[in-house]
């Protein structure tokens, strides 16, 4: 075979090989081009990033607590007559709530009070042996000495009638501690005793009386808040957002009153307390709350609707739409969040479109389908300012 001939052969075999790949090739095209056709855009819904102020939110638990509460036990042994007050009652202050047998309590009143008639009516006599012995001595009948005890006699008499009156104000005083009033306006617990009962001096109790308009809420914060704490509270009165889990009313309003001054080592926190005026008495000593600080605001914040924002290994982001309805997932950083809004400090611009639902299905580069009722709803509902808050109470 001659070398043209050769030359001829392998031209042919490459022209062959370099058409069955192009062939091949073309059909893979072809066939992924189809698929592409195939898939169908996915639907999503979106939103247009918006710009307002924001307020950097403190989100803690608390608990309500009585402003004040007071176990009653009585300052005599004795024997309980009366229970004068319901379970769970509202009592005023100064009601009778318990009273016990005052039977002994004025015997020792009478005792008191006669042994004080008896000595005063001996007082009366020193004092006028005195004035007769002084007539007595002017008129040289009696010595100085014999008038100077009539004197002594007389402040023997004079003590013994200050001591009778102790006495008889002792014997009052007991006899008072015989009824148990309430020591302020509240609400008085279960029934502790029962007509009948004996108690102990300072040992049994008798009720508990809970103040609570106004009462405190009590909660914790992490040490890490305190310079904005500080920073807020020299401000003025810092105002702290009370709302009950699962209570769709509006929530209420206390101004923070109390600051501790040290840090709970074993859990980095620092107790505070808010004062809240519960007019209606929707809070209950001892329920758990939800508590809201406002520390600081994020003025001309750029925002987005809280749904929007995804947590991924590498932190949170959001799927934004381009141009070509193709989405970008994009890597933010969350500045604040209130109201079902979240702002946004970085990776993402005014009016740029987010995915707001249907994230599930998206990645890099995906077709989507933004339904237009939401694209348009979105920016009037979910940004729209939030509504004021109430005063105190309700």
Do not use: C
């Amino acid at each position: 075979m001659t070398r043209s001939r050769r030359l001829l052969l392998a031209a042919v075999a490459v022209a062959l090989v370099a058409a069955g790949y192009w062939y091949q090739t073309a059909r893979q095209l072809a066939a992924v081009s189809k698929h592409a056709k195939a898939v169908p855009a996915v639907p999503v819904t979106a939103a247009k990033a918006t710009v307002r102020d924001m307020p950097i939110l403190l989100e803690v638990p608390g608990r309500a607590e009585a402003y004040a509460s007071v176990t009653l036990k009585s300052r005599l042994d004795g024997q309980v007559t009366a229970v004068l007050y319901s379970e769970g009652q509202r009592v005023s202050h100064g009601a009778v709530l318990v009273r016990l047998d005052p039977g002994d309590f004025d015997a020792r009143l009478l005792q008191a009070e006669a042994n004080l008639a008896r000595n005063g009516a001996q007082l009366a006599k020193a004092r006028a042996d005195v004035e007769r012995y002084l007539a007595l001595q002017r008129r040289g009948f009696v010595s100085e000495e014999k008038v100077n005890e009539l004197r002594t006699a007389e402040a023997a008499a004079a003590a013994t009638v200050k001591a009778d009156r102790a006495a008889v104000e002792l014997a009052r005083r007991q006899l008072a501690y015989a009824t148990i009033r309430a020591p302020f306006a509240g609400v008085v617990g279960a029934r502790l005793v029962f007509p009948g009962s004996a108690i102990k001096v300072n040992e049994t109790a008798l009720a508990v009386v809970n103040r609570v308009r106004p009462l405190y809420v009590t909660f914790s914060v992490p040490e890490k808040h305190l310079p904005r704490l500080r920073s807020a509270m020299r401000k003025g009165e810092l105002q702290a957002t009370v709302r009950i889990p699962g209570d769709q009313e509006q929530p209420l309003q206390a101004t923070v009153s109390f600051l501790d001054n040290s840090v709970d080592a074993s859990t980095g926190t620092i107790q505070m307390k808010a004062l809240l005026e519960n007019r209606d008495e929707h809070l209950t000593p001892g329920q758990f709350v939800n508590v809201s600080l406002a520390l600081d605001t994020l003025v001309n914040a750029v925002v987005v609707p809280a749904e929007a924002v995804q947590q991924g290994p590498d932190g949170a982001f959001l799927f934004v739409v381009r141009p070509d309805s193709t989405v970008e997932p994009r890597k933010i950083e969350v500045g604040a969040s209130d109201r079902g809004l979240t702002a946004i400090s970085k990776g993402i611009a005014v009016d740029e479109t987010v995915v707001t639902d249907g994230q599930l299905r998206l990645t890099a580069d995906t077709l989507v389908h933004v339904k237009p009722a939401r694209l348009e709803a979105a920016p009037a509902a979910a940004m729209a300012p939030p509504a004021p808050a109430s005063g105190p109470g309700r």
